[in-house]
């Protein structure tokens, strides 16, 4: 059967691409005007034939609404201009209110764990200094590396030295964590 009619497949393609194409161009297709009562209306079909030039908004193909309009429509029916306007700037907007209380939990997040790790450090670094004064306090030998990479005897001076420089730190570094200064 399909050899009988070779040029009817042709012309259900062509059809078919033929509405496919009037529907997809008909589809953003939308009236706006303005009412008698003053309300705007959209629409995918033309007003009635009542409703004069000045209140059709948009037709098919107009991107926006004439100049002439504005002014017109805003003495015709100042109701209907209103909504056009800008949102006034003491409104507030709870998507940005959510966005800034998000983005000011996670600074304060951020702070937290930054202040977590050099608490964690300053505690690490307090007991090796504990550990290292308690060595040296419990009178053994102890052998450091000199320059050249030779082991050396820790002498008393040495040792006094090493011991005082431990209790500065142990001062400074093993009490209260000072507080940051407010910026």
Same mark, same amino acid.
């Given at each position: ?13 062509? &059809?078919?691409?033929?509405?496919? #194409? ?6 953003? =297709? ?15 079909? &033309?007003?009635?034939?009542? #409703? ?16 002439? #309009? ?6 015709? &029916?100042? !109701? *209907? ?20 209380? !998000? ?11 930054? *202040? ?12 090796? #200094? !504990?550990?290292?004064? =308690? ?25 006094? =030295? ?16 000072? !507080?940051?200064?407010?910026?």
């Amino acid at each position: 059967m399909e050899n009988q009619f070779p040029s009817q497949s042709g012309f259900i393609k062509f &059809a078919l691409g033929a509405l496919t #194409v009037l529907a997809c161009s008909s589809a953003p =297709a939308q009236w706006l005007w303005i009412d008698a009562a003053g309300n705007k209306v959209f629409s995918d079909t &033309a007003p009635a034939p009542g #409703v004069p030039d000045k209140n059709i908004l948009k037709r098919p193909g107009m991107r926006s609404a004439p100049a002439t #309009v504005e002014t017109e429509t805003s003495v015709a &029916a100042p !109701q *209907a201009v209103a909504p056009l306007s800008p949102p006034k700037p003491g409104g507030s907007d709870p998507a940005l209110e959510a966005k800034k209380k !998000q983005a000011e939990e996670a600074e304060q997040a951020k702070k937290k764990a930054e *202040a977590e790790k050099i608490a964690k450090a300053r505690t690490e670094n307090c007991e090796r #200094v !504990q550990r290292a004064k =308690a060595t040296l306090d419990s009178g053994v030998r102890i052998a450091t590396t000199n320059a050249k990479g030779e082991r050396e005897i820790m002498d008393d001076q040495a040792r006094a =030295a090493e011991t005082q420089r431990l209790k500065e730190i142990l001062r400074t570094d093993c009490g209260p964590a000072p !507080q940051a200064q407010a910026q």
